[in-house]
């Protein structure tokens, strides 16, 4: 069975900085896009920042040059850096991945994690 376990979260202050960690576990035979996505409340969920397994980046407009993803292959781990950090950035942020399995390519989501930050 395969898990995406993220980390990270938390309070901080407008302007500050939050590292989110997020950890595919199982049967894992390796991962080709792994990204967070996140959804505020009466929101839509969103993607934030996507990596494909050959380091390419994607962002979304409102996060470019503040927030960095990246990913450790070895160990199918994906990161999430953001700095100045604003109000607007609070969410519940959730760990996306397109792994390969024993059952062949499938997409899995963690269970999310809240970032709030107070202005």
């Known amino acids: 069975q395969v898990q995406l376990v993220e980390s990270g979260g938390g309070l901080v202050q407008a302007g500050g900085s939050l590292r989110l960690t997020c950890a595919a576990s199982?049967?894992?035979?390796?991962?080709?896009?792994m990204g967070w996505y996140r959804q505020a409340p009466g929101k839509q969920r969103e993607l934030v920042a996507r990596v494909t397994s050959g380091g390419n980046t994607d962002y979304a407009d409102s996060v470019k040059g503040r927030f960095t993803a990246s990913r450790a292959n070895a160990t199918n781990t994906v990161y999430l850096q953001m700095n100045s950090l604003k109000p607007e950035d609070t969410a519940v942020y959730y760990c996306n991945a397109d792994v390969h399995t024993t059952e062949g390519w499938k997409d899995y989501w963690g269970q999310g994690t809240q970032v709030t930050v107070s202005s």
């Open positions: 199982g049967n894992i035979f390796g991962a080709n896009l």
